[in-house]
C-alpha cells in the first residue's frame, strides 16, 4: 500500500521560509522520480517541482530561484524548501511522484502566507 504523507507546512509571514517533507512507502523510492504539487482555493492543482531519481530538479517558474526540492533516498523522503514565499504561494502542499498516480495523493500540507 502506497503512502505519501506530507509535513512541514504553516502559517508564515510574506518573505518567511518554510520546509515541506514527504515521507513515501510502499513504492521504489530510490527510483522514482518525485514532484511537489500544490492547490489554491478555486484553482487546479499545479506542478511546482520535480526531482529525478538522480537529483536533477526542474522548476515551474512561479517558484524558480524560491523553492528548492531535495531527496534522501535512504530515508524516502522528498523536500521542499521554500523561501522568499509571497501570499500567491497560499495552498495544500502535496507530493507525489512524477507523473503523479491518481491513487498515490495524500492529505497534504496547507501553507498560508500573510501579507
Known amino acids: 500500500q502506497v503512502q505519501l504523507v506530507e509535513s512541514g507546512g504553516g502559517l508564515v509571514q510574506a518573505g518567511g521560509s518554510l520546509r515541506l517533507s514527504c515521507a513515501a512507502s510502499g513504492i521504489f523510492f530510490s527510483i522514482a522520480a518525485m514532484g511537489w504539487y500544490r492547490q489554491a482555493p478555486g484553482k487546479q492543482r499545479e506542478l511546482v517541482a520535480t526531482i529525478t531519481p538522480g537529483g536533477t530538479a526542474n522548476y515551474a517558474d512561479s517558484v524558480k530561484g524560491r523553492f528548492t526540492i531535495s531527496r534522501d533516498n535512504a530515508k524516502n523522503t522528498v523536500y521542499l524548501q521554500m523561501n522568499s514565499l509571497k501570499p500567491e504561494d497560499t495552498a495544500v502542499y502535496y507530493c507525489?511522484?512524477?507523473?503523479?498516480?491518481?491513487?498515490?495523493w495524500g492529505q497534504g500540507t496547507q501553507v498560508t502566507v500573510s501579507s
Open positions: 507525489n511522484t512524477q507523473p503523479f498516480r491518481n491513487n498515490y
